[in-house]
């Protein structure tokens, strides 16, 4: 990780192959970013054709921000990429996002951050976790081969897909 009072850079928790880099007021790219930022209405994006996720440190010290949010930003950012969507937002891709996002959190074990997820999907789509996951796994069969599939994008291991 590297710091100084304009920036803080890591590689994520979730995910070694994405980086986070937090940037603040004074950081030499913030104006940039914060634009960005601010036309799709996001304290954190993806950036297009990178695995660099970009975040507003003035958004985080402003709103108080804490780790586990900013690591629902990350996994809901990172869904992005594994699931292979395009530039641009739209709400099928989002409640996708938030999803696979929540899937990522539980599965090691980051249960705040996946509430922060689950929380986002209610508000922003109306859609109650909870419900989905019951509905999910009633209507919803799998085979062995699909599930391992899933397990393994999961974890990263995308070259056996």
Avoid: C
């Amino acid at each position: 990780m590297t710091q100084d009072e304009n920036s803080k850079v890591y590689q994520s928790e979730l995910n070694s192959e994405f980086t986070v880099h937090i940037l603040y007021n004074g950081h030499p790219d913030y104006a940039v970013i914060k634009e960005g930022l601010d036309e799709i209405k996001s304290a954190g994006a993806l950036w297009v054709g990178t695995k660099d996720i970009y975040i507003d440190g003035e958004s985080v010290t402003d709103n108080n921000v804490d780790e586990d949010q900013i690591l629902a930003l990350e996994a809901h950012e990172i869904a992005h990429s594994l699931l292979g969507h395009e530039a641009g937002i739209d709400v099928q891709s989002e409640i996708e996002a938030n999803l696979f996002g929540i899937a990522l959190l539980e599965m090691d074990g980051y249960d705040r951050a996946a509430e922060y997820l689950k929380d986002k999907l209610l508000v922003d789509s109306g859609i109650a976790y909870e419900d989905f996951e019951t509905e999910f796994n009633q209507d919803f069969e799998v085979t062995d081969e699909e599930l391992a599939r899933w397990e393994s994008t999961l974890n990263g291991n995308q070259e056996e897909l």
